[in-house]
């Protein structure tokens, strides 16, 4: 054992508004600059959905992430080092600037500099790489709330995967919101793909950052990350991404997104894991068993050992505290209500979520059984108007026992809850059907729901 | 690995020799660790490439500011400062604690907040004062021609017609340069100084709306607009956000709870309020509330964002939503409270029993061959000699005696009811129905109904517009007292529901499923297209959660289901149900509209302010919608027939009547304020009187009975009656709210319009209106707007002048959604020439005052008046009967008429300092006056009074915004624990119940601007608003009326289900009642929605057009800002289904043209399932500026979202001078409603020319 500490971020789906506050201020801080226009360390995406950059998760078409070779082993989906030197010049497998979108913005100046003429003056939209008029024809959200459904919704990678078919018809109508930065995986490709050395993995909290000293531009991050979260900067020729917002977490401050976010469901925390186990928990065989071989690899920081163990690895005692404080290990660990986002791409991400409940009492309530009722609500998980065989195509491979296991300690939650805010009998029942005591239950309701500015940083 | 054991050799992770070998070559080259496993490379931290990202976070300085935008958001900002340079914003976090049980506020904010920094150096930024080149030009000319005068010089430019058709046809087409302040400033103030001295001070018009969004930004520029006597026109009716069941079901304006109180709630509605988008700071008290088991329930046409929160979504028919409330009251009413005193819910009977109208008793009328019901049967009835005895509603008590309880409106004014006007019962047992008692008849009445076929014109063209008024015949138990049959408001309301008893006559459905007759689940499901099955659950759990939890059931509310011609019906149908079920006035509970109610919550200091009347009372303050309607000529082309709203089970009294002639009708009856007033300078008016010896006020209606003056909306398109100068600052009237924007552009401004519809022929022109064979174009001789950025509103504004942004000044903000006042404060100064609009008032104050001394000198002004709510003016007309050919009594039949002083030399003087008039009258707030010597005293040693040896020495200073703050808050009871406290005693007198205690805690507390820009600040409970914050707990509305039994402001004193104003009879709304959008087809020959229809000469498809609030902007605001635009589709849009966008051959991204008679809006097409067929969306506020072509219909370019809307004037919103429907300002008045539109769209060429 080897204890390594990893900031990690957990986003509960099930609160997120979709509202892009994130986006917004993170991009002010950080990408709102030339060069980098097009660039969104964190957007948010409505699903279904096609993603930014547009259709990301197909690997088949982009080859990020790791594959496990036949003899157990990972290897780069790209192909390894070997053969990214020999294509070092020319890399197909990047998306190009139409599969983000082409930046724009318009002759503003218009508005107040048109001469007198026979039209009332408008701001027409100029390309931010041409400089010419241009038509808009795509944005970093294009698909925003599902326009475009007709469009543009059969092409998002998970509903093509789906056995089950979804239509784009009004009675079915389901969406969600998914905010995403850099995953920060305990297993980064794009390091690994990186010919430059520049791209490392902070060891203190496992962040990982681009070189800009480094940086040759070679681009390979970009093709490496199956996220597609590592961008290139064509001002600079370099790579920029993600950084967590390190000089805030370094003086203790959330990351701006996490601070930012109004729906109040980002959680921030310190992580215990045994280093030494990653490589083994990111090649196991059955894509299956990634969600559990990653959640072993993470460590109890109460266990004394693992204390003694972390001290022993040069972790300050501060850390060790922050990580026992930390509400990432109960989401992940505990309560196992947060699930990774495609654990197949083998990279060990560390930025978890709770896959979104709602609305479930609907499909109950609509067969005339009480839709509070835990036992007639935990049936009816399986009916949910967002299918689980979609949340399980984005955060257990496909695997919808771990999904169901997450909504069912939602919905149980809420069950219990209502007893508790009516002022009835609490029904330890409800809370043991979904393996906890109500004790519990009010611990993560508090956790979830009250989620004080301490409590989720 | 660890240190001290030995290693077995690490299998590599990855895969081939080479890469291994490469990141193990890295250990050499880099100064970091890599993975034994060699995944990986591991540096600490402090290395040199980091560095570009900590310098990019570093700053200088974080101040706190927030943004005056109209969202209700009210949200602290960090504004992050470096060089000297804004760089961006984040959320504060520093709000004061909810509890420890409950989320806090923290953060508060959306992206449009979160972008606002880009404007401050975007090149949409208004850097410096703006004419348009031709009236700068003319302007010159004229001044050096009239010897340097700029007032004759402004009269001479716009006398001369040719040369005021070419600066106004000019209007909107660019050719704007470039002024200095000196003489922009000096163009504005002539035109407001002529304009005065030639046509009268109500010819000015100002325009702001919102002050809570930063109140002496709002308040200086209306302070300066009273002080010379002009209109502050209203926006919150004119927005369509005034709820005007409020006013009429409550007596109030709009109270509601903060969000933090739907964490209290066990069973959320969102009902036409969609909560991520319009709320954005809010919703996680909603998705979190859940968490503790409450169930939420959307009711949204279209999958809105907030219906991935709920738990049941249902999906009715756009507009019907008061068909599926009825239902819901339906079931509530049969279940819960139909039988038998002892089998109705004791919590919901009780509740009815005392806090609503439910007991009293009201009279049957005959009509025709039945009865209908008619007035609330009053003391005066009862022969009781008491005073005030017809404003005495009764009820009965157990044995069936008539009782005249406390607590009406008869009680609040006078000495004889001191101590008396509270909600005690005292002894008294109410029965809610006459069937309670021993003895009683059954009488079959009529009620309205507007469900039924219309049926065809031809056949009977007398009611071929009727829009399905009808009528259903069913009983209720009565009885007789003295020479009238009376029954309760409950029993009428089992009636209106359709809930029948035993034996009752009448024609009554025979279960739920039964959808003959109105008012069941089934009824409802054929109108709305909801389930039955789901109406009928989803009411019962509302009121079994709300039996369940004491009234914790609550309904989210807004614009989806308050934009529509008809929604004070819809809300009404609403409100019955919390009404109905206990939840008013309870924490978690009762109706939660969020549309545009802004909360000034220091609102006595604020008004003081903004009024000026520390110096003159009353102002001019105007509804907005009635002078918009005039000024842009919309009523020439409306002309629609009164009576076609009508009942049948009305008198007939609207017959031949267009509801522009009952605009003229309520502003001749001093119902609604009417500026300009008279078809004569009001200035004039008094010397003319004081010439002929004569008191001014008998001068007036002498002349009026005498034919010689006329009202001025009796004829608006004589130049006399035209508004002359408009000054609109923080609003964009012409990019947002203007319904009907290209009247506007027509008419107003003079300018080329996309106006495609016809004027009214002769038999639908308003008989009491002067009809012009010619319309007058170009009405307005300025338009100035500060702003700092460019809108349609600058754009075609004559003059444009450069503001500060938010982040550039100090002001206040609150809000009803979070229960804090908090401050802007400048994070750099102005730049560039910009102002703030502080400093842009007194730079035109103290021109227009030297111009005055020699133009206007000191003048008497004659105020025409309205009927004010909460005074005694609320008993001018009883029982609510309208009577004809009454004799003109200021007052009482017509307006107060008020003589005022204007010393227009003093204007600059007195918009910087307090005036006499506060500590002599005291501030009036909602019918309490606080007196505040005390506290002027405080504030003077706070701002200081001008020194000795300048004008007005010894008068509180009002010189900079933050001593303008430091007023608003220490004349406040919100803010100023003395004032709230003493206001409470004031009301213990009258009500004689406890209150005080409410906010005795507070009484030493006074907060400063000091304290409001450390952090936000937690306001006191005042009587100035009707809940609680006492003890930390939640504000909610109506929680002082529950508890402390201190009545409503409406006529019984409780909340009202049934209104007896003889135009509420004629109209059918007396109690709350179905009433489906307006029948565009038939009223206005419109095509049907679905139908195929031209679109300006080639096909479309008939749709209904629906302006929802934007995701990405607030209002115009942000819609313009290239963050937000990049997150969205980069320019206007029209949201569609994909059936409707089959049926014209449309795909996503297509550019469509929306066509009808108002105008033509040119977006591209969003094609989505989320959409229901047969209706699109425009976002609301799309303005013109951003990638709007030219249209192929018009040849122009595209209008805004309200170029295919336009004014339609609701005539139960005109009623005045009768308990709760009286004026107050944003209180009550026609709304703006543009939910009913309908329009043709068609696939254009893709091609677009700009």
Not at chain 2, 38 to 44: A, C, D, K
Not at chain 2, 269 to 285: E, Q
Not at chain 2, 578 to 605: D, F, I, L, S
Request: glycine share 10%.
């Amino acid at each position: 054992m080897r204890v390594m500490a990893q900031m990690s971020m957990v986003m509960n789906l099930d609160k997120c508004i979709g509202c892009h506050t994130c986006s917004v201020t993170c991009k002010q801080a950080w990408t709102n600059r030339s060069g980098v226009e097009y660039v969104w360390f964190n957007n948010v995406e409505t699903r279904p959905g096609l993603g930014y950059p547009r259709r990301y998760e197909d690997q088949e078409e982009w080859k990020g992430g790791w594959v496990r070779t036949r003899n157990g082993r990972l290897k780069l989906k790209a192909g390894g080092k070997l053969k990214k030197l020999a294509t070092i010049f020319s890399n197909p497998k990047m998306p190009d600037i139409q599969d983000y979108y082409e930046p724009w913005t318009y002759d503003y100046d218009m508005l107040l500099n048109a001469p007198a003429g026979e039209q009332t003056p408008v701001a027409r939209p100029v390309s931010l790489l041409t400089g010419e008029p241009t038509k808009i024809t795509w944005s970093a959200n294009w698909d925003d709330d599902l326009g475009g459904s007709t469009a543009t919704m059969a092409d998002d990678p998970i509903l093509q995967h789906m056995s089950e078919h979804v239509a784009e018809e009004f009675e079915q109508t389901f969406m969600f919101y998914l905010p995403r930065i850099c995953e920060h995986c305990l297993n980064p490709s794009c390091v690994a793909s990186c010919p430059s050395g520049a791209m490392y993995k902070r060891s203190e909290d496992g962040i990982v950052l681009v070189d800009q000293d480094k940086c040759r531009g070679w681009r390979m991050c970009v093709s490496g990350c199956p996220y597609k979260k590592v961008y290139f900067n064509h001002k600079t020729g370099k790579a920029e991404k993600c950084t967590l917002c390190y000089p805030r977490i370094e003086v203790g401050l959330p990351t701006v997104c996490s601070e930012t976010c109004v729906g109040r469901l980002r959680y921030l925390g310190l992580v215990l894991y045994d280093v030494d186990k990653v490589a083994e928990a990111a090649s196991v065989e059955d894509e299956h068993d990634l969600l559990e071989a990653q959640r072993d690899v993470f460590l109890d920081p109460h266990d004394p050992a693992v204390i003694a163990q972390a001290r022993a690895d040069g972790i300050p005692e501060d850390w060790i505290d922050a990580a026992q404080r930390s509400p990432i290990h109960r989401l992940i660990s505990e309560y196992r209500v947060a699930l990774p986002l495609h654990p197949e791409y083998r990279t060990m991400p560390m930025v978890w979520y709770i896959p979104p409940l709602s609305p479930v009492v609907d499909v109950v309530a609509g067969s005339g059984a009480d839709g509070e009722d835990a036992r007639t609500l935990f049936a009816a998980i399986d009916k949910l108007r967002i299918p689980m065989e979609y949340l399980a195509g984005l955060f257990t491979a496909g695997d919808m026992e771990p999904v169901a296991e997450s909504l069912k300690k939602l919905a149980g939650m809420r069950s219990y809850m209502r007893d508790v805010n009516l002022g009835a009998e609490r029904d330890e029942s409800i809370a043991a059907s979904i393996g906890m005591t109500g004790a519990e239950v009010e611990e993560m309701y508090r956790l979830l729901a009250i989620a004080k500015y301490d409590e989720r940083y | 690995m660890t240190t001290t054991e030995p290693q077995g050799k690490t299998r590599h992770a990855t895969d081939g020799a080479l890469s291994n070998g490469l990141i193990e070559l890295g250990r050499f080259f880099r100064k970091g660790e890599v993975a034994p496993d060699l995944r990986s490379v591991f540096l600490e931290g402090g290395r040199k490439g980091d560095v570009f990202y900590r310098d990019r976070w570093s700053h200088d300085k974080v101040v706190r500011s927030t943004h005056g935008v109209n969202c209700t958001g009210s949200c602290s900002w960090k504004v992050y400062v470096k060089d000297g340079i804004i760089t961006w914003e984040t959320q504060q976090t520093d709000y004061p604690s909810v509890g420890p049980d409950s989320p806090e506020y923290e953060p508060r904010g959306c992206p449009r907040g979160a972008a606002f920094s880009w404007y401050t150096y975007s090149p949409t930024r208004v850097r410096y004062p703006y004419v348009r080149g031709v009236l700068l030009e003319s302007y010159r000319r004229a001044k050096a021609e009239q010897g340097g005068d700029p007032v004759k010089a402004w009269a001479a430019l716009t006398d001369d017609a040719e040369t005021s058709r070419a600066y106004k046809r000019a209007r909107g087409k660019g050719g704007l340069v470039r002024a200095n302040w000196d003489e922009v400033l000096e163009i504005v103030a002539a035109a407001h100084v002529h304009t005065i001295k030639r046509y009268g001070p109500d010819r000015v018009a100002g325009f702001s709306p919102i002050p809570a969004m930063s109140m002496v930004s709002h308040g200086v520029g209306a302070r300066f607009i009273n002080l010379i006597g002009g209109t502050m026109q209203s926006f919150y009716d004119w927005y369509a956000d005034l709820p005007v069941a409020s006013p009429q079901v409550f007596g109030d304006q709009t109270d509601v709870p903060e969000s933090a109180d739907w964490w209290n709630s066990s069973y959320l509605m969102m009902w036409g309020s969609n909560v991520p988008v319009t709320r954005t700071p809010d919703a996680h008290f909603m998705t979190e509330a859940r968490y503790r088991g409450t169930k939420v329930v959307v009711v949204s046409p279209d999958f809105a964002d907030n219906t991935k929160f709920a738990d049941e979504w249902v999906a009715p028919h756009p507009g019907t939503d008061g068909a599926l409330a009825t239902a819901m009251g339906h079931v509530i009413l049969r279940e819960f409270l139909a039988g038998s005193p002892a089998e109705r819910e004791p919590y919901f009977a009780g509740y009815l029993t005392k806090y609503t109208d439910a007991p009293f008793l009201v009279t049957l009328e005959p009509h025709g061959d039945g009865l209908v019901p008619g007035k609330f049967l009053t003391a005066e009835d009862l022969g009781v000699d008491a005073a005030n005895a017809a404003f005495k509603p009764v009820l009965l008590d157990e044995q069936g005696r008539p009782q005249v309880p406390n607590g009406t409106l008869g009680h609040r004014f006078g000495e004889a009811d001191e101590g008396d006007w509270n909600l005690d019962l005292g002894d008294i047992r109410p029965p809610l129905s006459i069937a309670d008692l021993d003895e009683g008849l059954q009488l079959a009445v009529d009620l309205p109904r507007f469900d039924v076929d219309p049926g065809d014109p031809e056949d009977d063209p007398e009611r071929a517009h009727a829009g399905g008024a009808g009528s259903v015949r069913r009983g209720v138990p009565a009885r007789r007292i003295g020479d009238r049959l009376v029954t309760t408001v409950f029993d009428l309301m089992l009636a209106q529901y359709g809930v029948g008893r035993d034996g009752m006559p009448g024609e009554w459905p025979t279960g739920y499923d039964d959808a003959s007759t109105p008012g069941t689940p089934a009824w409802q499901e054929e109108l709305t297209g909801v389930p039955a099955a789901q109406a009928e659950r989803i009411g019962r759990e509302f009121a079994v959660n709300a039996r369940d939890s004491g009234g914790r059931s609550m309904i989210l509310m807004g614009a989806g289901t308050n934009h529509w011609f008809h929604s004070d019906t819809i809300y009404r149908t609403f409100l019955a149900l919390t009404m109905m079920t206990g939840c008013q006035g309870v924490n978690g509970g009762g109706w939660a509209h969020y549309v545009g109610q802004e909360k000034v919550r220091p609102v006595t200091g604020y008004t003081q302010y903004g009024t000026a009347s520390d110096w003159v009372r009353p102002g001019r303050a105007m509804i907005g919608t009635a002078f918009w309607y005039l000024a842009s000529d919309q009523w020439r082309y409306d002309g629609l027939p009164a009576d076609l709203l009508s009942a049948p089970t009305g008198s007939g009294r609207f017959a031949g009547q267009t509801t522009a002639d009952l605009l003229v009708e309520s502003a001749k009856r001093g119902w609604m304020p009417s500026y300009p007033s008279f078809d004569r300078n009001p200035l004039d008016l008094v010397d003319e009187a004081e010439a002929a010896g004569v008191d001014p006020k008998q001068y007036v209606v002498d002349e009026l009975d005498a034919g010689r003056l006329r009202f001025a909306c009796e004829d608006p398109d004589d130049p006399a009656n035209f508004p002359r100068v408009l000054n609109i600052w923080r609003a964009n009237i012409l990019g947002s709210s203007g319904k009907g924007n290209e009247y506007f552009l027509k008419h107003l401004l003079g300018t080329d319009a996309s106006l495609r519809a016809s004027e009214s022929t002769i038999d639908r022109r308003p008989e009491s209106m002067t009809w012009h064979d010619e319309a007058p174009e170009g009405k307005l001789d300025l338009l100035v707007t500060s702003d700092f950025r460019m809108t349609s509103t600058t754009l075609f504004s004559d003059v444009v002048l450069p503001a500060a942004t938010w982040y550039e000044k100090y002001d206040l903000s609150s809000t009803d959604m979070h229960p804090f006042v908090h401050s802007f404060s400048p994070a750099i100064d102005p730049p560039w020439q910009t102002r703030t609009d502080f400093d842009i008032f007194a730079g035109l104050a103290a021109r227009f005052s030297q111009m005055a001394v020699e133009h206007l000198g000191v003048r008497k002004d004659l105020v025409a008046a309205p009927l004010q709510h909460d005074t005694p003016d609320a008993m001018a007309a009883p029982h609510g009967i309208v009577g004809d050919d009454l004799p003109r009594v200021p007052g009482v039949t017509m307006p107060k008429l008020v003589v005022v002083e204007r010393d227009y030399p003093q204007v600059a003087r007195r918009l910087l300092s307090l005036g006499p008039l506060a500590a002599k009258l005291g501030l009036p707030t909602k019918g309490v006056v606080y007196r505040v010597e005390d506290e002027l005293e405080r504030l003077a040693s706070l701002n200081g009074v001008v020194p000795e040896g300048r004008q007005g020495a010894g008068s509180i200073r009002l010189d900079t915004a933050e001593r303008a703050c430091e007023m608003i808050l220490a004349l406040s009871g919100t803010t100023n624990g003395q004032l709230a406290v003493q206001g409470f005693r004031t009301l213990e007198k009258r009500t004689g119940k406890p209150m005080a205690f409410l906010a005795e805690d507070h009484e030493g507390e006074h907060i400063t601007f000091a304290d409001v820009r450390a952090r936000p600040m937690s306001v006191i409970t005042s009587p100035e608003w009707s809940g609680s914050e006492h003890g930390g707990r939640r504000y909610t509305a109506f929680a002082q009326n529950v508890e402390l039994l201190k009545p409503w402001h409406t006529l019984t004193g409780r909340m009202h289900f049934f209104l007896d104003h003889d135009w509420m009879a004629e109209l059918g709304e007396q109690m709350p009642v179905f009433r489906p959008p307006l029948d565009l087809a038939r009223l206005y020959d419109y095509p049907v929605p679905g139908e195929r229809a031209d679109a300006g000469g080639e096909q479309g498809v008939a749709v209904r057009y629906l302006t929802p609030h934007s995701k990405w902007s607030i209002h115009s605001e942000y819609q313009d800002n290239l963050f937000m635009l990049a997150l969205s589709r980069g320019g206007p849009t029209i949201w569609m289904s994909p059936g409707d966008a089959d049926r014209i051959g449309v795909v996503d991204n297509d550019w469509i043209e929306a066509v009808n008679r108002n105008g033509v809006v040119v977006a591209r097409a969003v094609v989505s399932h989320r959409m229901p067929e047969g209706t699109v969306y425009m976002y609301h506020a799309k303005d013109r500026t951003i990638d709007v072509p030219r249209a192929e219909t018009s040849g122009l370019r595209g209008g805004i979202h309200n170029s295919l809307t336009r004014i339609l004037l609701k005539p139960s919103h005109l009623i005045g001078g009768y308990a709760q429907l009286s004026w107050a300002f944003n209180y009550l008045g026609p709304t703006g409603n543009q939910r009913d539109e309908v329009t043709v769209i068609r696939r254009r060429s893709q091609e677009v020319v700009y």
